[in-house]
């Protein structure tokens, strides 16, 4: 039983990490994208598409986040290139994203799609208990925690880092050392759709392979929060993630248990976790302004 | 002579402009509001299947509109009230949650007709429609006690609302029929449409020993994982067979089409007049999916009851014992269609409290 629930918790939390883990490197760099979700839903409806035209799961993830990649260079060209404000723009994609997909998902409607297959090491994935958790998820799975391991090296502990971190705290001083502001954000935001388009086409090839409109039904949003609620660290990230994931299985089984507590209560807890959460970490200012980069949602125009 | 077949003639051709000019002034727009998209190949998709039948069918009568995935509640009052200024002859709001902002829309804009689908409240200018579907609820109930191995089945559902409460009620009367111990476990995930939560809702059901699934929500998610299990479920509003090849064993089927045509033609015609239409399997509004899957002898046992609703009994007829124990409807007691619109309890074995 316990097995079934991690199983079940470890679906439910990878889309948003993957969506998170990209968000925070963009945000990292000072700019604040507020068009996860619509970055999400293209990833999940190219992944789908790509799935059933080339009959290639593999394929389909890879497509996914092309498309991420793809309309979140829409937003980098808008806000960085032409300087527009970033939470409108970043709004705007949303709604784009969640437009468009519906449209080129047309067709797509009511067509099963192929599932992405799950790892299966002869040996260690028949051990018990924790053989499935731990060498039979998919690719996907793997990722999202190579992801979290790479950005956080990236960040801490290259050059390139550094200089993604100075630019989001003081793009004015990283301008006058010499880096390209523009150049490294534009890096950090397709990086972000990227990682938010992975985690869009988990959802339609690994999560549940079908094609819907609005699959994503708010995880882009989850994932947001969960960049603030991981105050710009990414293994609190994946905390984050994996506590969210566990507190909506964990009402769904408690709710299955006939445990009597209203399920409209038990819907509400994921996000009260969140808040009560935000609270707590925002507790200890110096630690949050010291990660915070200063530099957010703020357009930069070099003076020359 | 010639002058004056000519006058004639030219007559005659700008009467035949006026009258065609006429035709296009009156032809009816019929508009529908939708509260999924229309591509969640569920509920929503199949209101919109019954409205692309009314353009087949009467062509260029009509035009028609639709907005989708409009959120239940006081917001969806701007669709109905932009819809009603755009000049729409009829509007259709195909949830159960437009029935407040649609009832206040139609008091506003009395010449122009409303229906709304699966409500209670109505209004000179606003109809009723809705269908039976516990009807094929019950046949789903039959169909999971004959087929369950474990006598325990999952049941994944949107909103407490009475709709939703009745197929639970009709589901477990039928499964009762067939075995009387036959448990149910109930999970709501305050959503019409999250395909995410209703996979994991289903998961959960089946990792706690259910080995059939029901849904009263409108994506393919569900039956998916009741396919990957090897296990057995039913499709919803669709016919989801393409989905789950070796899970579906039915589905119920909305079939709006025959009642959206008679509708418009009656708006056309003139004889429109603000019904309550209630119409299931024996109407064709509810229709139900191949049988497969199961054992013949289900199939069998499936069929006499869906030819037995046909020929008018109705699955909640008493004796019906509530929760409690208190018997609501005596032996051979039908419940009134208003009682099942209004339905706020569970009957007899269902183990959960219902959110109030």
């Not at chain 1, 950090?188 to 999560?207: C, D, E, K, Q, R």
């Not at chain 2, 006058?7 to 019929?30: F, H, N, W, Y």
Request: with cysteine; proline share 4%; net charge negative.
């Amino acid at each position: 039983m316990l097995e079934a629930i991690i199983l079940t918790i470890i679906t439910a939390a990878t889309p948003l990490l993957l969506a998170a883990t990209g968000e925070l490197v963009v945000e990292k760099s000072g700019v604040l994208n507020l068009g996860v979700e619509g970055m999400m839903v293209m990833g999940a409806v190219a992944g789908f598409a790509v799935t059933i035209s080339t009959g290639s799961p593999l394929l389909g993830i890879v497509g996914g986040a092309i498309a991420g990649m793809l309309v979140s260079l829409i937003f980098a060209f808008v806000t960085l290139t032409l300087v527009a404000n970033q939470v409108a723009s970043g709004l705007a994609l949303t709604l784009f994203g969640l437009g468009l997909s519906g449209l080129m998902g047309e067709s797509f409607v009511g067509q099963p799609g192929i599932k992405l297959q799950s790892l299966h090491v002869p040996g260690l994935t028949d051990l018990p208990f924790v053989g499935k958790i731990l060498f039979g998820q998919d690719l996907l799975v793997y990722l999202s925690f190579a992801a979290v391991f790479g950005v956080s090296w990236f960040l801490n502990r290259t050059r390139a880092g550094l200089i993604l971190r100075a630019v989001g705290d003081n793009h004015t001083s990283a301008h006058a050392l010499g880096y390209s502001v523009i150049g490294v954000r534009y890096l950090a935001v397709i990086f972000g759709g990227a990682m938010a388009g992975l985690g869009g086409a988990y959802l339609s090839v690994a999560y549940t392979p079908l094609w819907v409109e609005n699959m994503t039904a708010g995880r882009g949003w989850i994932a947001l929060a969960l960049v603030v609620f991981a105050s710009w660290i990414p293994w609190r990230a994946a905390i984050g993630a994996y506590l969210f994931g566990a507190v909506t299985v964990l009402q769904l089984h408690t709710q299955a248990l006939g445990i009597g507590f209203p399920s409209q209560f038990l819907a509400m807890l994921p996000y009260l976790a969140t808040v009560i959460v935000l609270v707590a970490i925002s507790g200890n200012r110096r630690a949050t302004l010291f990660n915070t980069p200063s530099s957010l949602g703020k357009s930069f125009v070099p003076d020359r | 002579m010639k002058k004056l077949a000519l006058l004639a003639g030219t007559a005659l051709a700008l009467a035949i402009g006026a009258v065609s000019g006429a035709s296009a002034a009156d032809k009816l727009k019929a508009c529908w509001v939708y509260t999924g998209p229309i591509g969640d190949f569920g509920y929503s998709y199949q209101h919109d299947q019954g409205r692309l039948a009314v353009e087949k069918e009467l062509g260029d009568k009509v035009e028609t509109a639709y907005v989708e995935n409009v959120a239940e509640g006081p917001d969806a009052e701007r669709v109905f009230e932009r819809f009603a200024r755009e000049g729409c002859g009829i509007i259709f709001g195909t949830s159960f949650g437009f029935m407040d902002p649609e009832l206040k829309v139609a008091k506003k804009f009395p010449d122009v007709k409303f229906e709304h689908a699966t409500g209670y409240k109505s209004a000179p200018n606003m109809g009723l429609y809705n269908a039976r579907f516990y009807e094929g609820r019950y046949i789903l109930g039959q169909i999971a006690a004959k087929e369950s191995e474990k006598g325990l089945a999952g049941y994944i559902v949107s909103f407490p609302i009475p709709e939703v409460v009745m197929g639970i009620n009709a589901f477990m009367l039928g499964a009762q029929s067939i075995n009387p111990d036959f448990k149910v476990k109930i999970v709501w995930v305050n959503s019409w449409f999250d395909p995410g939560k209703e996979a994991d809702a289903a998961k959960a059901l089946f990792d706690q020993g259910a080995d059939i699934i029901v849904q009263h929500t409108d994506s393919t998610a569900a039956i998916q994982v009741a396919e990957e299990r090897g296990l057995k479920g039913f499709g919803q509003s669709s016919d989801m067979i393409k989905f789950a090849p070796k899970a579906q064993m039915t589905a119920i089927v909305d079939d709006w089409g025959p009642h959206y045509i008679k509708s418009v033609k009656a708006v056309l015609d003139g004889t429109w007049k603000a019904d309550d239409v209630w119409e299931g399997i024996k109407d064709g509004t509810v229709h139900m999916a191949e049988y497969t899957n199961m054992s013949d002898e289900t199939k069998k046992l499936a069929e006499e009851t869906e030819a037995k609703i046909v020929g008018g009994w109705n699955p909640f007829t008493g004796p019906i014992f509530d929760q409690d124990g208190k018997e609501r409807y005596a032996d051979g007691v039908v419940a009134p269609d208003a009682d099942l619109l209004g339905m706020n309890w569970y009957v007899k074995g269902v183990d959960d409290k219902l959110p109030q």
